[in-house]
């Protein structure tokens, strides 16, 4: 006992006890814990308020399997029926136009910054204009890609006009999460295939872009669940069809977005009504869907050491 005595902190000869709580700190820390917990439940309380009233009243349609297999072809705001085909297709296919352009731009421009850019000139331009595009709101990448698209080049309002402005808004989200991730790879790793001979090229594909894959893909589908609910670029790039569209170079197209607008304003219509909740639903069962799936590719790529 004198022993272990001696070796504890002393002051004026007196032996000081770290390992006790005293009643002020422990009030403290339960105080802390209780004011942190309230603003989860606080914060709580709105999402599952506005989850709770869209699946209410939407759930009955969307269990329905015309919503799922049919369009609104020939359905007026008065009349119930149709589906939400159309404006799921034009949702995805729109969607993935910007993602086929946007995921490349986004991961090799983080590569860029992390691996070649080194703090130069270029990568700090390249970072700020990032940085500005992160911030910029839907309706101005809409705004831009039609004084472009219809008022200089004269091109017709188009779904693919909308994919342009969409990867403007997700484009500086695989970017930033991409460069987060690629920070995370620990440089040993690198150092480690530099030291074998391995090419810096080859070390960034086969070493450093698998190694945070997992986080790359998270990212992607990140970014790709928000573009996919965005309402300013389909208002002012194309106009809203009740028909299905599988020409994104042609046409007007429906979309999940617009297809809400188009029946808010007939709220008061049992039917219109029921359409807007149910859109309103099926879009955040697809923000869920790409989600879920976000985190299976993440779980299922993820290197294991044998």
Known sequence: MSTIAANRPQYDGKVLDLTGRSGARAFRNLLATVLISLCFLIALIPLCW?????????????????????????????????????????????????????????????????EYGNGSKPAKVVSFMVDILTGVPSIVA???????????????????????????????????????????VPDELREASYALGVPKWKTILKIVVPTAFGGIITGVMLGLARVIGETAPLLILVGY????????????????????????????????ADRVWAAALTLILLVLALNVLARLIARFSTIKSK
């Not at 939400?84 to 910007?98: D, E, F, K, P, T």
């Open 142 to 184: 809409a705004l831009f890609v039609y004084a472009v698209w219809v008022t200089i080049l004269g091109q017709n309002r188009i779904g693919f006009a909308v994919s342009l402005s969409l990867v403007l808004l997700m484009m500086p989200v695989i970017l930033r999460s991409t460069e987060e991730m690629l920070k995370l």
């Open 50 to 114: 506005i989850l709770w009233t869209v699946v209410s009243k939407g759930y009955h349609l969307v269990l329905d399997a015309n919503w799922w297999s049919q369009s609104q072809r020939g359905i007026t705001s008065r009349r119930a029926g149709g589906g939400a085909y159309h404006a799921l297709v034009g949702s995805l296919i729109m969607a993935l136009i910007c993602a086929v352009i946007a995921v490349p731009l986004g991961i090799l421009g983080a590569v860029y910054l992390i």
């Open 241 to 272: 069809s009740k028909v299905i569209n599988y020409n994104p170079f042609s046409g007007f197209m429906g979309a999940l977005p617009t297809m809400i607008n188009n029946d808010r304003g007939d709220m008061a219509l049992p039917a219109a």
